[in-house]
């Protein structure tokens, strides 16, 4: 039996792939075979706010899946629409890499130590946001393309500095080239970020079972809260809302904390609120605090990039 695993085609989306299928053949025995599937998101290069956004990386996948042409599509969780595909299950979320954004700087500066003015790539509405509530006079700038695209426009003197999820950098190898890990103290991750999914048809249930050896626990708790919370505000994959959910030991047993902030691209006003529950109630725990947020006035302010 040789797993057919659909993936995107960028050097990232290959990398992750990869190694999803390697742990899944160390676990299970199992051979793979990577099958490569272009998406929406790979062909059209325009800002992703124009081009639709949610689920532009992942149609094309699930519709290989669903046709049969692959047995697992590998995603980033943080491109998955939030919605649910009857057709489909999520089996395997694997340990998830560290979720914190990092920044590749000129002179391996860090974001605070760069100039007033200088010019900070990024296509995300959520870190456009965040940068501009720090207040550190930056001017953000609109960026496509991959990884190593995007760290070239700094060594080629175009960006000062680019934005980008640490977890990506960590799947190529090119952790070295950070010049700062942002505290979420600075700025919350994507939901979903830095964990991967391993998806397969809902009738498969061999492929089920061998998905379900690579999923944990914790990093399933941690991200359904802030993919609920993500659905609970009506929110797409583009808004400007940043959460990070952990689960840690508290005095009476794994305690589930889930941080989020809602921005206006311009940087102000922004809401930043908490809430805590037990892992099991995740899916609870991201409504909860969806509804508050949106009690604060969440809504208005997604609405300026919606």
Do not use: Y
Not at 17 to 38: D, F, I, P, Y
Not at 93 to 114: K, S, W
Not at 153 to 168: P, S, T, Y
Request: net charge negative; glycine share 10%; proline share 5%.
């Amino acid at each position: 039996m040789t797993l057919r695993i659909g993936t995107r085609g960028s050097e990232l989306a290959v990398a992750q792939s990869s190694q999803l299928a390697a742990r899944l053949t160390e676990l299970t025995g199992v051979a793979t075979q990577l099958v490569h599937v272009k998406t929406e998101g790979d062909r059209n290069h325009g800002p992703l706010t124009e081009i639709g956004g949610q689920g532009i990386f992942v149609a094309a996948l699930r519709e290989a899946l669903v046709a049969g042409d692959v047995d697992v599509a590998v995603h980033s969780l943080k491109d998955l629409p939030t919605a649910p595909d009857p057709r489909l299950v999520i089996a395997a979320i694997p340990v998830r890499e560290d979720a914190r954004d990092a920044v590749v700087a000129r002179d391996n500066l860090t974001l605070g130590e760069l100039p007033q003015g200088s010019r900070v790539g990024t296509g995300s509405p959520r870190r456009e946001a965040q940068l501009n509530a720090l207040g550190l006079g930056v001017d953000v700038v609109p960026i496509r393309g991959n990884v190593g695209t995007r760290i070239d426009k700094v060594h080629n003197g175009e960006l000062d500095a680019v934005v980008l999820a640490r977890a990506g950098l960590a799947r190529l190898g090119r952790i070295s080239d950070a010049t700062e890990i942002l505290d979420p103290l600075q700025m919350l991750p994507a939901p979903g970020q830095g964990a991967l999914a391993g998806e397969c048809r809902a009738d498969d249930v061999a492929t089920i079972r061998l998905l379900q050896q690579l999923d944990d626990a914790d990093t399933r708790a941690a991200v359904t809260a802030e993919r609920s919370l993500l659905a609970t505000l009506e929110a797409g994959c583009l808004a400007p809302v940043g959460a990070l959910a952990e689960v840690a030991m508290g005095d009476d047993g794994d305690e589930l904390w889930l941080r989020a902030i809602v921005g206006d691209v311009s940087g102000a006003p922004t809401i930043r609120m908490s809430a805590t529950g037990s892992p099991a109630d995740a899916t609870a725990v991201g409504e909860r605090l969806a509804v508050e947020m949106l009690a604060e006035g969440a809504a208005a302010l997604m609405a300026v990039v919606s």
